[in-house]
């Protein structure tokens, strides 16, 4: 790619540049894509943070799918485009060209089409880690309809929650995923959480694990079937730069999760040239993202970046623990895989399974190691340096969120200096600001404070779907003039940045973000339960862990029946995922004389930093803290 950074003299003249022409710098990146129209010029950005209202390349139409698969089939026809690793590993691996992928993806665009799908219409997957969920992904693109992608962790009251937020008309599953050596039952999950949606008029089937499942005539239909009835020619929908391409739900720190919107022409543009400069992507390499598609970086990372760039793609349906902890080391050996992109979740619990799973595995294809969704703590960051990458493979440590579309700060990968647990430097384009509690910006080096962005990308997102006004108050009002990122960050005395973690009221827990009024919201519905409060604390596989403190009538009689009673329902409501890790009873909560909750105390004391909770004489009852402290667990 011809916007490839090649060394760190250039990456920092490049950055200079595009602070100071941020228009002319985009102009010129998007400029290497495929548009069937070019967006005005004098409209490359039009943008105001208090509204707020962010347009990118106005005018330019354009189809991603075009940009991924179409403009490679001349040159790239015949390079895979992805390779497929099953959760079996007795299953034979299944690889696309790119030619093969295009043909795949405009036959099941056109499936979509003879089901009734429309340009417009939100369209909700729900499916394992089968190269089919690529596919459904791209074809959504391909047709204009917007995709909302649900993890396959997320429980029916969740999903029926995401469908009716969007309003989807037709739902993409599968029978059942296989995940390890369990099964999950995907449709039937998908039939409980439609009974309270009555948007969704199909169903599309893809079998899988061939479970037991039923059929609604009428409303469920088979992949297989459907496929049969379709031509692989289809032309690929006009779309304008600012039209949605899809909605991914994320919690944050009140309420539901909410549905950030990505319109079609500045992801494109900023998930392209991020990929190919953080990983210095060179045309022969195989790239492989463990992340699930369910999650922005697989959208991101496995999806449109690695296709945006011609290159090939490597995903896996399963764990990295099974079979054995060994697995992801088998598979960049089997593949040949050259740069691995994991989470620091990943590592510390294969760090912790010990080095004979990494024994006589082939890992010297390996050229560049990335790293993302949570901060990575220096043990973890060395084992990964030392041990998988053999002391030889940089590591680029990538700060970023759903929100922001694609990586915002993160070293170019084997191009300057890096150091464990510093994201580094932001990436062109990417104005940061730290700021004090008032806004201030805190200029300078060695200063910490909360992370924010001062000027517009083109991978930011628009708005959270169907509530604009919940976007500005999330992230926009915080800090006038200001993109807030909910993390606190320190810059220190050479200028690399370090991410601290959430400065609001959202965990991180094995790199699933969660929002603590959601776990508080579930736990409240449990008949017995008064008022919950939850917190994070340090995890030292998860990262985070989840402690609830929970008011009940009266102190529960057998309090095992109760946790799991109330576990019970936060798989019902949430999902497995945000199962608290300690859920303890207490007689009231830390508050002030206003009725707040008093966090600040309740994480210290899940910290189990007892002799360190700092002021509580503003507290309406001093004495709570002493019985939370006693009873401790
Ligand atoms: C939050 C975003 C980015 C895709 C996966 C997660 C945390 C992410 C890092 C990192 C420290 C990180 C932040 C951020 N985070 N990457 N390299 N170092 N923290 O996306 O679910 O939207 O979560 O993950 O706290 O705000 P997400």
Redesign the pocket.
């Known amino acids: 790619m011809n916007y490839q950074i090649q060394s760190f003299a250039e990456y920092e003249e490049v950055y200079k540049y595009s602070l100071e022409n941020p228009e002319a710098f985009w102009a010129k990146i998007a400029g290497y894509y495929k548009w069937s129209c070019l967006w005005r010029e004098d409209k490359v950005l039009d943008w105001n943070f208090n509204e707020p209202n962010i347009k990118w390349f106005e005018g330019g139409k354009l189809n991603i799918t075009e940009n991924c698969l179409d403009r490679h089939l001349e040159t790239l026809g015949n390079k895979k485009a992805i390779i497929w690793e099953p959760n079996d590993t007795n299953e034979a691996t299944r690889t696309f060209t790119y030619k093969q992928l295009h043909e795949e993806v405009c036959r099941f665009a056109n499936l979509l089409k003879n089901n009734g799908a429309q340009k417009g219409d939100r369209i909700c997957i729900y499916m394992p880690m089968v190269p089919e969920l690529a596919i459904a992904v791209l074809a959504c693109a391909r047709i204009g309809a917007i995709h909302s992608v649900v993890f396959g962790g997320f429980s029916a009251a969740s999903i029926s929650d995401r469908i009716q937020d969007a309003q989807c008309n037709i739902v993409i599953t599968a029978d059942g995923a296989f995940r390890g050596a369990k099964q999950i039952p995907l449709k039937s999950i998908i039939d409980e959480a439609l009974v309270s949606c009555s948007s969704v008029k199909k169903v599309i089937v893809l079998e899988r694990t061939k479970g037991d499942i039923e059929m609604k005539p009428d409303r469920d239909v088979w992949w297989h079937d459907e496929i049969v009835k379709v031509t692989a020619d289809c032309q690929a929908e006009l779309m304008d730069a600012e039209d949605l391409l899809f909605i991914l739900y994320?919690s944050g720190s009140t309420g539901k999760p909410k549905g950030v919107v990505h319109t079609c022409g500045g992801y494109m543009v900023y998930v392209g040239y991020t990929f190919v400069n953080v990983f210095q992507y060179q045309p022969n390499e195989i790239f492989f993202c463990t992340a699930d598609i369910g999650?922005?970086?697989g959208h991101s990372y496995i999806i449109y970046g690695p296709l945006l760039n011609g290159a090939t793609t490597l995903m896996f349906e399963g764990i990295p623990n099974y079979p054995d902890a060994g697995r992801l080391w088998d598979i960049v050996a089997k593949h040949r895989v050259n740069i691995l992109y994991t989470a620091p979740t990943a590592i510390r619990s294969l760090m912790q399974s010990g080095l004979d799973f990494i024994k006589g595995k082939d890992l010297t294809t390996l050229t560049k190691l990335g790293?993302?969704?949570?901060?990575?703590n220096e043990e973890a960051w060395s084992w990964y340096h030392e041990h998988i990458g053999r002391s030889r493979c940089p590591i680029a440590?990538?700060?970023?969120?759903?929100?922001t579309g694609g990586i915002m700060i993160s070293p170019i990968v084997g191009l300057g200096v890096t150091k464990p647990g510093y994201?580094m430097f932001p990436l062109p384009g990417i104005q940061l600001v730290i700021v004090d509690d008032q806004g201030q910006e805190i200029k300078g080096n060695n200063v910490n404070g909360n992370l924010c962005i001062k000027f517009p990308w083109p991978g930011m997102l628009r708005t959270t779907y169907g509530d604009h006004e919940r976007c500005r108050l999330n992230y926009f009002s915080t800090y006038p003039n200001f993109y807030f990122?909910?993390?606190g960050c320190l810059r220190d005395s050479d200028g690399h940045y370090r991410?601290t973690?959430?400065v609001d009221d959202v965990l991180?827990v094995s790199?699933?973000?969660i929002g603590t009024a959601e776990v508080e919201n579930a736990i409240d519905m449990h008949p017995d339960v008064i008022e919950t409060a939850v917190v994070g604390y340090p995890h030292a596989i998860k990262g985070q862990g989840i402690y609830a403190f929970v008011i009940c009538k009266q102190l529960p009689k057998d309090e095992v029946n109760t946790r799991n009673e109330i576990l019970k329902i936060v798989i019902k409501e949430i999902g497995a995922i945000a199962k608290p890790d300690k859920i303890q009873f207490v007689n009231g909560l830390p508050k002030t004389r206003s009725g707040k909750i008093m966090r600040r105390i309740l994480r210290k004391i899940a910290e189990g930093e007892l002799d360190n909770i700092g002021d509580v004489t503003t507290l309406l009852d001093p004495e709570v803290v002493q019985d939370i402290k006693r009873r401790r667990l």
Do not use: C, F, K, L
């Open positions: 994320t999650w922005v970086t790293s993302v969704g949570e901060p990575i440590d990538t700060w970023w969120q759903t929100e994201a990122t909910g993390d991410i973690g959430r991180n790199g699933h973000r």
